[in-house]
């Protein structure tokens, strides 16, 4: 059970590793989680470390390595389901590779709070899995920013060059719109996960 700061700190470590592709120095993450001690923060990896998310490499300058899932990411594929009228069982057998929709340095997971995108299927509880990006088309659910405090995750509209619209998915709630300065893009949805 990580911390909220431990927490921060992994999610500082992912993101500048999808930036610039090689890990932070100490000193760059406690920057990045607003902190000033190195200490704190070698607490934290090793804490980390510990939980078998990251790995030290020794020897090697900025060592420091997410460990990538290790567990067989790989499921049977075993034919089609009608989800309208029935289809004639056919069995397959392929497979699908779960890392291949959802894993990557890029890739990071939120937990969804909230329905104000029911309609597009997205519910509350869902994990939504996240690939990083600063940028944006129209009809993208993104994961936005607000006046670098408040995230949501909305449908994203450029309105104009001065003006974004985030259009909730939910016949209920009404879209905001915001001044595009206000407005920083961390990503865009790729796929959620939903246990029944």
Excluded: C, W
């Amino acid at each position: 059970m990580l911390t909220d700061s431990q927490r921060k700190t992994l999610a500082f470590i992912r993101h500048y590793v999808a930036q610039h592709g090689y890990a932070p120095k100490l000193q760059e993450i406690a920057s990045g989680i607003g902190i000033q001690s190195r200490g704190v923060v070698h607490r934290y990896v090793q804490a980390l470390i510990a939980e078998g998310l990251l790995k030290n490499t020794s020897g090697r300058h900025r060592g420091l390595q997410l460990v990538e899932f290790s567990h067989d990411t790989r499921l049977p594929l075993l034919g089609k389901i009608a989800a309208g009228q029935p289809i004639e069982a056919i069995p397959g057998h392929d497979e699908i590779n779960l890392s291949d929709f959802f894993m990557g340095a890029d890739r990071f997971a939120l937990k969804v709070q909230g329905e104000s995108m029911i309609d597009a299927g997205i519910l509350d509880g869902d994990i939504a899995i996240i690939k990083q990006q600063n940028n944006a088309h129209n009809g993208d659910i993104v994961v936005a920013l607000i006046d670098n405090e408040e995230a949501t995750l909305k449908t994203f509209q450029r309105v104009d060059q001065n003006l974004i619209k985030l259009i909730p998915a939910n016949k209920y709630m009404q879209a905001m719109i915001y001044e595009a300065e206000r407005v920083q893009i961390q990503g865009i949805l790729i796929g959620s996960l939903r246990r029944y």
